[in-house]
T-cell receptor
Framework: GQNIDQPTEMTATEGAIVQINCTYQ??????LFWYQQHAGEAPTFLSY????GLEEKGRFSSFLSRSKGYSYLLLKELQMKDSASYLC???????????FGQGTELSVKP | DTAVSQTPKYLVTQMGNDKSIKCEQN?????MYWYKQDSKKFLKIMFS???????INETVPNRFSPKSPDKAHLNLHINSLELGDSAVYFC??????????????FGPGTRLTVL
């Protein structure tokens, strides 16, 4: 199988930093995406990693370790509007197919 | 300005009926997808078309039939609807199928409720 594992839910405080982890099976790995999905809305693209290391984009960063089958999404200076589900998705050697994890429901509290 | 659009947004119907969901993208992308998101928010690929040709066909009942009249449109027809078909169906598109070109843009979703 191609299980993508991430925590079901997390809670953090406004202004804080939170790290959402994702693990996946490494065989045939071709790239990893992070998406954000607010309740009742469509997923929207946050980041893409294919090489080891950290990609930074404003308050959001994403890290990848190909050998460990591990990624994380780091959210800094949390805002209330960051409350959403964060989806980790992996592509394998199968022509564009994204395999999604179950999503991590993040609640940001004042 | 809508990039990926779907109609209808909501669909409530009786078991056994046949229904269609339409999807259009104005991004000039070559590849389009259908995903199903169940009540546990798990998003799963169903089909993918590249330049009107089927390239991904997951283990989906043959009651589901996608049709791509041109590369900007991908419709989903569902025959003999069942209770378990109730979900949110998302259409998506991407420029290509590898690397950064595989960044997928999602439509707003169609919430299907089968009674």
């Amino acid at each position: 199988g191609q299980n993508i594992d991430q925590p079901t839910e997390m809670t953090a405080t406004e202004g804080a930093i939170v790290q959402i982890n994702c693990t996946y099976q490494t065989s045939g790995f071709n790239g990893l995406f992070w998406y954000q999905q607010h309740a009742g809305e469509a997923p929207t693209f946050l980041s893409y990693n294919v090489l080891d290391g950290l990609e930074e984009k404003g308050r959001f960063s994403s890290f990848l370790s190909r050998s460990k089958g591990y990624s994380y999404l780091l959210l800094k200076e949390l805002q209330m509007k960051d409350s959403a589900s964060y989806l980790c998705a992996v592509t394998y050697n199968q022509g564009g197919k994204l395999i999604f994890g179950q999503g991590t429901e993040l609640s940001v509290k004042p | 300005d809508t990039a990926v659009s779907q109609t209808p947004k909501y669909l409530v119907t009786q078991m056994g009926n046949d229904k269609s969901i339409k999807c259009e993208q104005n991004l000039g992308h070559d590849t389009m997808y259908w995903y199903k998101q169940d009540s546990k928010k798990f998003l799963k690929i169903m089909f993918s078309y590249n330049n009107k040709e089927l390239i991904i066909n997951e283990t989906v009942p043959n009651r589901f039939s996608p049709k791509s009249p041109d590369k900007a449109h991908l419709n989903l027809h569902i025959n003999s609807l069942e209770l378990g078909d109730s979900a949110v169906y998302f259409c998506a598109s991407s420029q290509g199928t590898s690397g950064y070109y595989n960044e997928q843009f999602f439509g707003p979703g169609t919430r299907l409720t089968v009674l």
